[in-house]
């Protein structure tokens, strides 16, 4: 595996493609995506986001959660998880270059070659879970629950920061409790407390672009990988 690196990164290290090669990629792959995507907007559930509060210890969370799903919360499963995927990390600081300069054309041509090499993999199907950050906010009487806020976490690893990327989720997010503990989150959120709880987000890599590479805005240079996963279930827990 670690030697793979080099090989991987060859393109954008040495032809970085012209904007013209770039635009006429984009057209194209734009025209695929418009063909294949068909299918999957017909065919797809609606994920249901209006799902039940659960309070749970940390170590049974397998419990809770899909049986057959990779369970990827932790640095060194999600780093394993991009090992089957790509291999090794990207080269950073060869893509960004001495001073940024030209780094968009690296990563292109950087995400757009492993892309190509990660096509057909088995992997690309397994079911995953990750985890964002969410916090109860106004009540929803209807429902006997709470709406939910919902923002990502960075994940420090070796391959660089790991933020996950939702796609398809529902617009409207609630989380109802059991009663006992509604009267009691009412109390708690009615005094100025803010609750916070774990969004569970279980679905699969999406297919066409399924790994996004960039650097993070407010870190000039720092590497940072994006899994996009089309969202096919949701659980919200409070973790003990």
Known sequence: MRGYAPALDAEYRTTPPSYAHIM???????????????????????????????????????SILPSATQLLHEPAAIEKFLEMLDGAPPEWGIVYGPHGTGHDDRLFALNRLRDRLRAGR??????????????????????????????????????????????????????????????????????????EIEVAMTGRLAPDESIIYDFAHEQPGQGMVMPVVRIERLDYLMVR
């Open 24 to 62: 006429r990629t984009m057209r194209v792959m734009m025209g695929i995506g418009l063909l294949t995507a068909m299918p999957s907007v017909l065919l797809s559930q609606p994920v249901e986001g209006i799902r039940p509060l659960l309070a749970a210890e940390r170590s049974a969370l397998r």
């Open 122 to 195: 088995e992997v690309l199907t397994q079911e995953v879970t990750f985890f964002w950050s969410g916090e109860l906010s106004s009540s929803v009487p209807s429902s006997g629950g709470f709406r939910v806020a919902i923002g990502p976490k960075l994940i420090p690893t070796r391959w660089g920061l790991v933020r996950f990327k939702p796609e398809d989720l529902p617009s409207e997010l609630v989380a109802f409790p059991q009663p006992v503990l509604q009267e009691a989150l009412c109390r708690r959120m009615g005094g100025g407390e803010h609750i």
